[in-house]
């Protein structure tokens, strides 16, 4: 089984800020990763795929890089909307797997 | 506008059974190949199995944890997915969402879940 750390657990910034969160594969994964954000009592959203591709209408401040096992999403400046866990997920290999987690919240 | 809702949640003696469906409207449904995902209170994401679209032979996958005990079906005329869970278990405890796939793998689309609580 593919595992997925993600880093920070949590990440404290202000609005405007920039946020930079990691996902580390146990294993090549080429690019086959996603990024997800989900706010509490509600389902996740997926916002990156393969790795670099925005997914139907996430804004622009949202982008994703990396390829192998060390990957990337990166807000350029936080909105108040974009406070919430983001969890990276890998489709290299079943079981798919997802990271732990890391919660962005207000400073 | 893609739209996927599950319903049969509930709360389940440890050794029971219960069985979930999502019913999916706004695509067509007989394509698509469909996930489970759960989430226990407090918790990260496990995805739990998938069904491929008959189409491509309508194979499942299941996580380690549940193969044995949970088994995913489609009634493509009813748009319908169902997961059977079957000899529940205490950490079997979770909100259970259906999601269609998207790039044979991720997460395209997502259900609202259905909160699945295993306790006597």
């Known amino acids: 089984e593919i595992v997925l750390t993600q880093s920070p657990a949590t990440l404290s910034l202000s609005p405007g800020e920039r946020a930079t969160l990691s996902c580390r594969a146990s294993?090549?994964?080429?690019?086959?990763l996603a990024w997800y954000q989900q706010k509490p009592g509600q389902a996740p959203r997926l916002l990156i795929y393969d790795a670099s591709n925005r997914a139907t209408g996430i804004p622009a401040r949202f982008s994703g890089s990396g390829s192998g096992t060390d990957f990337t999403l990166t807000i350029s400046s936080l909105e108040p909307e974009d406070f919430a866990v983001y969890y990276c997920?890998?489709?290299?290999?079943?079981?798919?797997?997802f990271g732990g987690g890391t919660k962005v919240e207000i400073k | 506008e893609e739209q996927l809702v599950e319903s049969g949640g509930g709360l389940v003696k440890p050794g029971g059974s219960l069985r979930l469906s999502c019913a999916g409207s706004g695509f067509t449904f007989s394509n698509a190949w469909m996930s489970w995902v759960r989430q226990a209170p407090g918790k990260g994401l496990e995805w739990v199995g998938r069904?491929?679209?008959?189409?491509?032979?309508?194979?499942?996958d299941y996580t380690a944890p549940v193969k044995g005990r949970f088994a995913i079906s489609r009634d493509d005329s009813k748009n319908t997915v169902y997961l059977q869970m079957n000899s529940l278990k205490s950490e079997d405890t979770a909100v259970y969402y259906c999601?269609?796939?998207?790039?044979?793998?991720?997460?395209?689309?997502w259900g609202q879940g259905t909160l699945v609580t295993v306790s006597s």
């Open positions: 997920q890998q489709r290299s290999g079943w079981p798919l797997t």
């Open positions: 069904i491929k679209s008959k189409y491509v032979g309508g194979a499942t």
């Open positions: 294993q090549s994964i080429s690019n086959y």
């Open positions: 999601i269609t796939d998207f790039r044979d793998g991720y997460g395209g689309n």
